[in-house]
């Protein structure tokens, strides 16, 4: 919506490439979390996939663009950030059989390890990427204090998918970031993506927006990645 005003730079893997190397000689492909279908629907897919989609505005909208694809759109509850999972009520099962897919791709969306391995066949491969570090550089470059709160990591999501029965095979760590041309494009931002900056309003936040202006803005992040695979 703003063009070149917001710029990413992926970190320093391709996650299509890493997707089309999991689906050598895989049938069925599980989606999750698949927002409004744009990433899903610029990939390479095997003969049945199905996506699943928590947010209900987002439902009808990947509907739209999958189904003349071929792809089934399953919306779901949701799980809790996997930070959580360990201290708040359970949340996140899979409107889905079990054993119903060689492979489950998750693009920063939280999962629940031991549905992503009941809905995997023997040999099958999860693989997600996510973003380790972030939502605490906002407060920074805003000069406010990050809340305290733990942010997912590698070592967890390991942990997590070890638990569930799931041998990790290969992971990755690196660097990404995303430049604001200028602090409207900033704002607009941080008002669409309220879980960067809980509370964030330009009204609020008018003192320190108007410190940054005149310049760009870069903001880092972490992101990981991991393959996993149920055992045969």
Do not use: K
């Not at 999750?32 to 610029?42: R, V």
């Not at 360990?86 to 492979?103: Q, T």
């Not at 305290?148 to 390991?158: I, Q, T």
């Not at 960067?196 to 310049?215: D, I």
């Amino acid at each position: 919506m703003l063009g070149d005003r917001i710029v990413h730079e992926p970190p320093p893997w391709s996650l299509e490439s890493l997707v089309a190397e999991s689906l050598s000689g895989g049938e069925t492909m599980l989606d999750m979390g698949t927002g409004g279908g744009e990433w899903l629907s610029s990939l390479c897919r095997p003969a049945r996939v199905v996506a699943t989609e928590g947010w209900a505005p987002n439902v009808p909208v990947a509907a739209a663009r999958l189904r003349p694809l071929g792809v089934s759109v399953v919306r779901d509850e949701g799980a809790i950030d996997n930070v959580d999972q360990p201290s708040r009520a359970p949340r996140g099962r899979l409107a889905l059989r079990d054993r119903a897919f060689d492979v489950v791709v998750n693009r920063h969306e939280a999962f629940v390890a031991a549905e992503v391995q009941r809905v995997l066949r023997p040999g099958g491969c999860f693989l997600t990427q996510q973003t380790e570090s972030g939502s605490h550089e906002f407060h920074r470059v805003l000069g406010l204090e990050p809340p305290p709160r733990l942010e997912f990591g590698l070592d967890l999501a390991r942990q997590q998918l070890s638990e569930a029965g799931l041998a990790v095979e290969r992971a990755g760590t690196g660097p990404a970031t995303t430049t604001f041309a200028d602090i409207g494009a900033l704002a607009w931002y941080l008002s669409n993506v309220p879980w960067a900056v809980p509370g964030f309003s330009v009204a609020t936040h008018r003192a320190q927006l108007h410190a940054l202006h005149g310049s760009s803005i870069a903001v880092s992040s972490t992101r990981f990645w991991l393959q996993a695979r149920r055992p045969s």
